[in-house]
């Protein structure tokens, strides 16, 4: 053994004088340590087990015998160790119980040296068999799963596409949405327990076929490949999304899954892996899809996307990032009344790009954040340019990004920008996402009323388009709603989309929030928008994004600019009156007639409240007051063409009408009402009146009327 390192043999046994004999015998090849009972022997292997080649166990020892050995050093994870249990007992169930425990062979006493040495020899060289089979499976599986890992999986894959070279393969890439969430919830070994679960269901699923390929990649993310077959894909895809769903049933679990359909199997393996995961991606961004296909347009837009990433700094620097600026009208008086600041990349060499290409990209690598600050602070420097120059400047809107609403330090930021450049906060008006509200509220509706407190207007841009648009206008006391016209895209033509968007915007009125429609692209919106009191007006019908130097003419030519954001306030319910507590409720619901109040635009007429004693009579929604209301008769005519002679004459002499109406109550009864409405008040789009309802059925009795008795 000269020139070689001394292997290293551990004796456990309580007999000093077996002990000396078995150093005699191992001496000339081995270096021996010894232990006079298993504690102590357990304590050696725990300080240094690696040094140790073999042990050489007594089964019959006092503190710690060779049984309780043996169980000790499996709890403790130590494998690959031989060990050769030293015994006189010829006992078959004893050499069955030490096997069970772990031993690897037996050497009878009285000790024979070759036979001793020879045991020994053997089961070193097995031992080192068995670390180098442990040490090519550690290095090809991934520890957690037992599947094949990232360089593994991809090697067998390789030789799998070279030996069925006619044949179509399939690369799949997958993961599961919102997989950190789980290691949040549950732990990171509650995580760790998902992922052999989701192993051991690709070995289940993919156990039929006669050539496939699997394995885990990293964290969530596993790969196979096999031959491509859609419906057997399809198949094995909703398998996997029932499996995911019975595991836990408090957390929703939902594969995305990104397949490549291989073409040329002799491209490298890696630039399969790329194109499944591109698709991947997509299945992530688009709700309710669990397997998206890699198409070429895919690859062109990471090429597209890498270009951006890669010059977005130096078009930074070099101030290719222009402000535009689309005007907002004022639909009371037909004249703008502010703007929003929207960007545009003129590229020297590829012109302008559209915001809808960079802005997505950035919002996912965080340049944004950047993007956002040099914006703010070009449109800060161009207010303080256009006071400058007496142009009386119109407030100016500039977007905040989701990655910057989390910013602990942006009050600071707004507010040292207006200083820097002063300017007042009122001039710059901040737009934030609805869908941004819903991240973090609280923080948000901190972050709100901070920037409100130093002068600035909030905006919530995008209103309507998320879950939960009433939650975050109830919690967040913004200053302005933005709705895109798209509220209203595919719409069936019952109306309904047109009724939600009144409602919306009625309501807004109470709140005493202007609202401002964008994306209003003909005369046809603008005058619906008119008809349902929206006050304020955005998009191509009106004027088209424009650089500062056009945007500069319009001021010119606005001459003093109107009063920005109005709201239209409702005279009726304003504040605290909408409370179930407030006196003037209590009254009203205790007048014994029926009282009601109602918007009146010229052409229609709407409730916006009534009492009890009205429910009651009437039943409830407008719906139904309008159907009876169409349906009697009124003394003197129909009674649907003299409801809006009353409306029209009372808000024409903002005074008083009158009618009798004779309203069926079944198919032999009917019931007699006198209806008064009286003038309140005008809104800025609508007048506001209110109606009461006497029954004069008995008077009617009394005119030789009794057919109509109730």
Known sequence: MSGCRRQTVLIVEDQKANREVLKGILSPEYDVKEAENGEKALSILQKGNSSISAVLLDLNMPVMNGYNFLRAIKEEGISGLPIIVMTDDTNAESEQRALDLGAWDFISKPYRPKILLSRLKNAVARSRMCLLDQMQYMAEHDPLTGLYNRAKCFREIRKMLDEHPDETFVFVRFDINRFSLFNTFWGEKDGDRFLRY????????????????????????????????????????????????????????????????????????????????????????????????????????????????????????????????????????????????????????????????????????GFIGKLDFYMWDTVCGLLRKWIDEGLNPMPISVNVSRVNLYNPNLVTIFDNLVKKHGIPPSLLNLELTESAYMDNPNVMKNTVFRLQQLGFTIMMDDFGNGYSSLTALKDINVDVLKIDMNFLSGNSGDGRSEKILASVIRMAGWLHLPVIMEGVETQQQTDFLRSIGCGYVQGFFFARPMPAPEYEKLLHEAGSPSAAYLPKRSLEPTGEEWSPNHRAERIFNAVQVPLAIYEFDGCDYHLLWVNSTFNKWFGYGESVIKAWYNSGNCSGGESGPLFLKMFQEACSSQGKSECEYKMAVDNERVRWLHISLKYLGKNVNENVLVATFLDITNLKVLENHPEDCC
């Open 198 to 365: 989701i192993a051991n269901q690709i070995k289940s699923i993919n156990r039929f076929f006669p050539h496939c390929i699997y394995g885990h990649i990293m964290a969530d993310i596993f790969c196979l490949c096999e031959p491509f077959n859609r419906d057997t894909l399809n198949s094995q895809v909703n398998e996997m999304k029932r499996c995911l769903s019975e595991y836990n049933h408090s957390f929703f679990a939902e594969p995305s899954v990104g397949a490549y359909v291989i073409e040329n199997p002799s491209r490298p393996v890696e630039s399969m892996y790329a194109k499944a995961s591109m698709a991947a991606q997509i299945c992530k961004r688009r709700y309710n899809a669990c397997l998206i296909y890699y198409d070429k347009a895919m690859n062109e837009r990471s090429l597209q996307e890498h270009r951006i990433v890669s010059e977005m700094q130096h078009a930074l620097d070099e101030k290719q990032f222009a402000v535009y600026f689309q005007p907002e009208y004022n639909l009371g008086v037909d004249s703008p009344c502010g703007a929003e600041a929207l960007v545009r990349w003129i590229h020297p060499v590829y012109g302008v790009i559209s915001p809808g290409t960079f802005i997505p990209v950035f919002e996912r690598n």
